[in-house]
């Protein structure tokens, strides 16, 4: 029984003296790998932990304290991914259990409590991961990684910037202020991106058409100012940004024309009545929102194809007859457009054609319709 006692005694003093002999090792290597951190030495501290530990095959089941400082080693050589990668490895090595009951029960109000006894490690090591995806993500924007992988890295930011607010002692400052700039720059894009837009529309137009009314026995012409008041209804087409824009807006117009003389003593006949119009009108043009988001200015280019029914007339044995009862004009106009609902824009056009005594004066709605 003495002997034994003896032999175990003997084993047991063994044991102890091995584990004391690795704890020195232990002690020693670890105080190897921090003094080559605190010397900015990263490169070094990574190898002596990796040969002495073997991290990159141990991973997890490597002493937390070599996680950590893993972990320390790569975000200071800008390796972000590796020191994530240890970072969770070291959570997941010393707080696993907390770990879990955290990500399932962050967002719930009924365990604000036991959330309130979260080890203060844990909570650095949360703040650190956040620093770490922010850095990351960072990194991503300057080395200009692919849209899927920068979208995977969003997804996280917008998660830890969630899980942050929940916790009063995290600093939310890193993704809060990237979820703020990719808002800002999605804005930004917006602005410049180019769309279609569809509507129809509807105006009122009124102008002076000049007609040639024609002696037919001398064939001489003379001067007729045809008043017409119309209507033009239809679909325009927008290629726009939020600081420009080009429309092409066709329309059919009927109207009704009082016709005069404009000399009525030129032509004898003293020629008055009223006629039917109709045609084509279109213009194809563009805008800037110079003054605001509501507001723009513009110029456009313009082509109309107008018929009247305008009446042949006899005075005196003398016969006349309208010597352009069909005409193709072109012309341009200046524009201003108020939008005042996001439906609905106003648009005001002044501008000369040929063919036309006067300025041709347009009041135009247009509808969205997609």
């Not at 490169?43 to 002493?63: A, G, M, V, Y």
């Not at 879990?100 to 006894?117: A, G, I």
């Not at 004898?268 to 723009?296: E, L, M, R, S």
């Not at 005409?327 to 036309?356: A, H, M, N, P, R």
Request: glycine fraction near 6%; charged fraction near 25%.
């Amino acid at each position: 029984m003495l002997k034994l006692y003896f032999l175990l005694s003997i084993f047991s003093f063994s044991l102890f003296a091995q584990e004391s002999k690795y704890q020195k090792a232990f002690q020693e290597i670890i105080h190897q790998a921090r003094r080559a951190n605190s010397n900015g030495d990263f490169q070094k501290s990574i190898q002596i932990l990796k040969e002495f530990f073997k991290t990159d095959e141990r991973k997890i089941n490597s002493p937390s304290i070599v996680l950590f400082l893993q972990s320390d080693n790569y975000e200071k050589i800008g390796k972000y991914k590796e020191s994530i990668k240890y970072l969770i490895y070291y959570i997941n090595r010393k707080y696993k259990k907390w770990n879990e009951f955290v990500l399932k029960n962050h967002d719930k109000k009924n365990v604000k409590d036991k959330l309130s006894k979260i080890p203060s490690e844990l909570l650095k090591a949360y703040d650190r991961k956040i620093l770490l995806f922010s850095k990351l993500y960072k990194e991503g924007e300057n080395r200009h990684f692919k849209k899927d992988k920068m979208d995977i890295l969003y997804k996280k930011i917008v998660f830890y910037n969630d899980f942050c607010e929940h916790f009063g002692t995290l600093n939310c400052t890193p993704v809060a202020d990237i979820i703020d700039e990719v808002k800002k720059r999605t804005l930004r894009e917006k602005v410049k991106q180019y769309r279609f837009r569809h509507y129809i529309f509807l105006s009122y137009m009124y102008y002076q058409d000049d007609i040639q009314l024609k002696n037919k026995s001398t064939a001489v012409t003379f001067d007729l100012g045809a008043n017409t008041n119309a209507v033009c209804i239809g679909r325009g087409l927008t290629y726009e940004n939020n600081t420009y824009e080009f429309n092409l807006q066709p329309c059919l117009y009927f109207g009704y024309s009082s016709l005069e003389e404009v000399d009525s003593t030129s032509s004898g006949a003293d020629y008055t009545g009223n006629a039917f119009t109709a045609g084509a009108f279109g213009t194809v043009g563009g805008y800037g929102h110079f003054f605001g988001a509501k507001t723009a200015l513009g110029v456009s280019l313009s082509m109309r194809y107008r018929y009247g029914n305008y009446e042949d007339k006899e005075v005196s044995g003398v016969n006349f007859s309208i010597n352009n009862p069909t005409e193709i004009s072109y012309g341009g106009f200046l524009e201003g457009k108020y939008e005042y609902s996001q439906e609905k824009e106003i648009t005001l056009k002044v501008g000369s054609i040929t063919g036309v005594n006067s300025l041709l004066y347009i009041l135009q709605l247009n509808f969205n319709i997609f």
